[in-house]
């Protein structure tokens, strides 16, 4: 089992930069795979950033050059840095785990979810 916390998120302007982390605490081999999904009002989850051990990690095409994942296997944390951020950029976003396999853009093949934490972009 693996539990995932995510804190970071808030309210920043558009151009402003924001930091989400997610710990997670279990079992470090049900995280093969790290990544972040978003939810924004009325849309489905999408993936957004990814990252697996001893791999380059992944992202979504409308956040590439500006966001950036990252994991300490010390801490056993991920960390979004997200840069030059956009109102479009305004969701729930979620961290998720994933025991074995390639990082995947289907939430479907999440095992363990967090619960979520909002970014809000104003304009």
């Known amino acids: 089992q693996v539990q995932l916390v995510e804190s970071g998120g808030g309210l920043v302007q558009a151009g402003d930069s924001l930091v989400l982390s997610c710990a997670a605490s279990g079992s470090a081999y049900d995280n093969n795979v790290m990544g972040w999904f978003r939810q924004a009002p009325g849309k489905e989850r999408e993936f957004v950033a990814g990252?697996?051990?001893?791999?380059?990690?992944s992202y979504a095409e409308s956040v590439k050059g500006r966001f950036t994942i990252s994991r300490d296997t010390v801490k056993n944390t991920v960390t979004l840095q997200m840069n030059s951020l956009k109102p479009e950029d305004t969701a729930v976003y979620y961290c998720?785990?994933?025991?074995?396999?390639?990082?995947?853009?289907?939430?479907?093949?999440?095992?363990?979810w967090g619960q979520g934490t909002q970014v809000t972009v104003s304009s």
């Open positions: 998720a785990a994933k025991k074995v396999g390639a990082i995947a853009t289907r939430p479907s093949e999440y095992n363990y």
């Open positions: 990252i697996r051990w001893y791999a380059p990690p």
